[in-house]
């Protein structure tokens, strides 16, 4: 049987089983459905809507879908194929956190780069060959704990320090999910914050990443050669990044700090004169009264780079298009993603903390379904050149190599499927 | 708290309008504007209202002594029968600038912060109010020590709503204080948000239904007092339309419509001023340091202003030249896009969007600069103009 029949028979039977566990989101009727069937890849049937649940969850065991997704927009005529005479009603705020759109240091690790022109390979987040500079790459993308675990800590981020305390978001307006694959979805679900415009959305969305900000408006300037800083008093992205600095002269040793102004881009002499001069830095941060900033061959510019650097680590790393896009698309929660076999898995804030979605203890969040508990093995063969190890449920399988034939358990064997990395044998 | 009645006397744009003064919000157009001219203020009425719209020909920012008795209220509904029935978007425009600004100055010499708060209320918005004033920061420069105080706080989403026409960098939400959903916001500040509400409330649109415009004229036009005021408002507006409607077009040396070579952030700026709207400040400097870089001439770009509502051509002289002299390159993509100025997605500009170079898509370069997509724009139509010329030489052969 071919990858593509196994998984569609695969898929059709877990709906059928599970179908009913699957949450039904709020305003169903008025969502807009988007399916990506596993025959015709990557074309998306959209524009459905249905009247209830039921007709989903018939529509899904008989369409076995590779991925199932849903609008944040309320329409009254959710299936009308014109955009135009869908009669838009508003639409949920989404946060979409994914590894794949920010650099993470396990990459290095996982993810795997081809040079289509060049042959030139190697491992990372790359955007063009460092050989021919050419664009045309083909990417393996991977996932581990790791970089989970980044994204995780960029939701809580996005909460705790953002929608929370600066926006007054109620708990019990966030609707969380793991994304099934490498990252999160937030959905506010608030009829006020539904009337947002897309415009309106994107101050939000640089709100909460910290992007664009102005430092001159923050009060960052130079008078007669003296720079003046910013505040801690002041509410808002001058009195988080003080805050920051104060945590990191506090808690970082000085190898700390130097590694971390060098992943700014300051140079050795400027981080020699920083941790030559952090102590009265800390001081004059903590007074209310002087916003002197003396650190000598610290001119705008190299105030300028170090503030860019505190931003980066305060500011959420969002997929921006997605929160500003009043039609968008997310996957339903409860759904398989067709690039894992895993479950978007619905999440309350609560659970964050001790969620581990390739290694979930508690089984009513666990994202990998197809974990057998027979222990049942299944033999497939690898057809990618080479694939890195990965590591679920505590136990790592690879790396593999093309043409190795190997016996995993089933929840692994349906992972590298979904990847397309293994065929069934 | 004060008195709803004489808030609403004052500021007849407010909503409770309707509530208040049903007698007048609810009648139909034409018989409000019989039943006000019979009154013993019609004379009154109608130089109130000519006098508006005079001053907003002549760019007056305000009117002294502008009367806020009961009549503030029919000049307010006839005002925005006039700019229906008038059904031109420069004359719009204008008043609608002026009127706000003379609404900014009354709420600006208000001596009661609670009159600020009703009239928040009132527009429906999530506001709080803090009497004594609440500290939300500081301004350190030298010596000089300011603290940020306000009154007001208001809801993100009302914030969100109220600067969406506004795009300088200051009114970004990310330089503001934001706490617990609400942004603090200085008084003056507030007041100049409330502001840009009237205005937008007086920006009718012309009409798409120009028979059903045309039977109201019909209706309307029998009474001989809003006859008189109409026809004489068009005829000021005729003699003087001239000095706003000038036509943006330059020329190349080949005598080409160069505005087919513009990105689409400079056509959108061209557009808003051929329609006599507002420009907001990073779009005056850009539209000028651009069209500086590609050589213009200082005079045809203080034309391009004479359309605006505030335009004054001694200090837009002063400004252009200036920049002139300064050699200052216009903002790149990046800045205009961080800036909401870019356009490429409104304008489904392929360049823009799609870059150039190669014709693999994954190849192409990002457009960066909007001087280069003249440049190139430039490049492709001498391109194909030779294509054109060799062809046709080709067929002579």
């Known amino acids: ?18 179908g009913k566990e699957i949450p039904i989101v709020s305003l169903f009727d008025k969502r807009e459905f988007g399916f990506i069937p596993w025959d015709k890849q990557f074309v998306m049937k959209r524009h459905i809507s249905f009247s209830n649940f039921d007709s989903l969850a018939k529509y899904i065991i008989n369409e076995g879908p590779r991925h199932i997704y849903s609008s944040g927009t309320i329409y009254l005529q959710p299936d009308n194929t014109d955009m135009n005479n869908k009669e838009y009603q508003g639409c949920d705020l989404i946060f979409d956190i994914d590894v794949d759109h920010f650099y993470t240091p396990c990459k290095n690790d996982h993810d795997i780069w081809y040079c289509i022109e060049c042959g030139n390979t190697g491992t990372g987040m790359v955007k063009k060959c460092p050989k021919c500079k050419k664009l045309k790459l083909k990417q393996l993308t991977w996932i581990c704990d790791k970089c989970l675990k980044i994204a995780k800590k960029e939701l809580m981020k996005l909460i705790y320090n953002f929608l929370i305390p600066d926006f007054g ?10 994304s099934g694959h490498r990252g999160y979805h937030l959905k506010i679900e608030n009829a006020e914050v539904r009337t947002l415009s897309g415009e309106e959305r994107r101050e939000i969305a640089a709100y909460v990443s910290g992007n664009n900000i102005s430092l001159e408006i923050l009060g960052l300037r130079k008078l007669n050669n003296v720079i003046y800083g910013l505040l801690r008093e002041n509410i808002g992205w001058s009195q988080k990044i003080i805050n920051k600095i104060d945590k990191i002269l506090h808690n970082y040793t000085d190898d700390k700090i130097r590694r971390l102004l060098i992943t700014f881009g300051l140079k050795a002499d400027a981080i020699r004169s920083f941790l030559n001069s952090k102590d009265d830095f800390l001081q004059s941060i903590s007074q209310n009264d002087n916003n002197i ?4 061959g610290f001119g705008l510019k190299t105030w300028s780079t170090f503030l860019e650097g505190i931003i980066s680590m305060i500011g959420t790393e969002i997929d921006e298009p997605v929160s500003i896009d009043i039609h968008r698309l997310i996957r339903y929660p409860g759904s398989l993603h067709g690039k894992t076999g895993f479950k978007v898995q619905e999440l309350y804030p609560d659970d964050l903390d001790n969620f581990n979605p390739l290694n979930e203890w508690n089984e009513k969040l666990d994202p990998i379904v197809f ?18 190890a990965t590591k679920i449920k505590g136990e790592t399988f690879g790396p593999y190599t093309q043409g190795e034939k190997i016996e995993v358990p089933h929840h692994i064997a349906v992972f590298l499927l979904c990847k397309g990395v293994a065929k069934t044998i | 708290m004060s008195d709803i009645y004489d808030i609403i006397k ?5 909503p409770s309008l309707k509530d208040y003064y049903s007698e007048i919000a609810l009648k139909d157009p034409s018989e409000f504007i019989s039943e006000a001219f019979s009154e013993q203020f019609g004379n009154e009425l109608k130089e109130r209202i000519l006098e508006l719209f005079y001053a907003a020909f002549d760019n007056l920012e305000e009117i002294s002594e502008y009367k806020t008795d009961s009549l503030n209220i029919y000049t307010y509904f006839l005002l925005k029968i006039l700019l229906y029935a008038l059904d031109n978007q420069m004359i719009t425009n204008r008043v609608a600038n002026l009127y706000s600004k003379i609404t900014y100055n009354k709420l600006i010499k208000e001596k009661n912060h609670s009159t600020i708060y009703d009239i928040c209320q009132n527009l429906g918005l999530r506001i709080k109010y803090y009497n004594p004033p609440v500290n939300y920061g500081k301004i350190i420069i030298k010596d000089q020590h300011q603290n940020l105080v306000t009154n007001f706080m208001v809801h993100f989403i009302d914030y969100l709503k109220l600067t969406s026409n506004l795009r300088d960098e200051y009114r970004k939400l990310v330089h503001n204080s934001l706490s617990e959903g609400f942004v603090f916001i200085r008084n003056k500040r507030l007041i100049r948000l409330i502001q840009e509400y009237v205005r937008s409330k007086l920006l009718i649109k012309e009409t798409d239904d120009k028979a059903s415009l045309n039977v109201f004229l019909e209706k309307v036009s029998k009474i001989k007092e809003f006859k008189e005021i109409f026809d004489k408002i068009l005829t000021v507006w005729t003699e003087r339309k001239e000095e706003f409607e000038y036509v943006f077009k330059i020329d190349f040396e080949d005598k080409e419509d160069i505005i087919t070579l513009y990105p689409p952030c400079v056509k959108e700026i061209l557009r808003k001023t051929q329609e006599g709207q507002n420009l907001i400040h990073n779009e005056r400097l850009f539209i000028v340091w651009f ?24 200090k837009t002289f002063y400004q252009v030249n200036f920049a002139k002299k300064k050699h200052y390159t216009p903002y790149k993509c990046l800045t205009l896009k961080s800036l909401n100025l870019c356009m490429a997605v409104s304008y489904k500009d392929e360049l823009c969007l799609t870059g150039y170079g190669a014709e693999e898509p994954s190849e192409r370069k990002k457009l960066a600069h909007p001087l280069a997509y003249t440049q190139i724009k430039q490049y492709r139509m001498t391109k194909w103009k030779n294509y054109m010329i060799k062809g046709s030489e080709k067929e002579d052969e």
């Open chain 2, 10 to 14: 004052k500021y007849p744009w407010l």
């Open chain 2, 291 to 314: 069209l500086l870089a590609l050589d213009y001439p200082v005079e045809k770009v203080v034309d391009l202003f004479s359309t605006l509502p505030d335009f004054d051509r001694e």
């Open chain 1, 1 to 18: 049987m071919s990858n593509v029949a196994y998984l569609k028979r695969l898929f059709q039977a877990y709906y059928k089983e599970k």
């Open chain 1, 371 to 388: 974990e057998s508990k027979k222990k049942i093995t299944q033999k497939i063969e690898i057809i990618e050149a080479k694939i890195p």
């Open chain 1, 169 to 178: 978001i109620p708990l019990n307006q966030m609707k969380l999910a793991f």
């Open chain 1, 293 to 296: 900033w003396n650190i000598e």
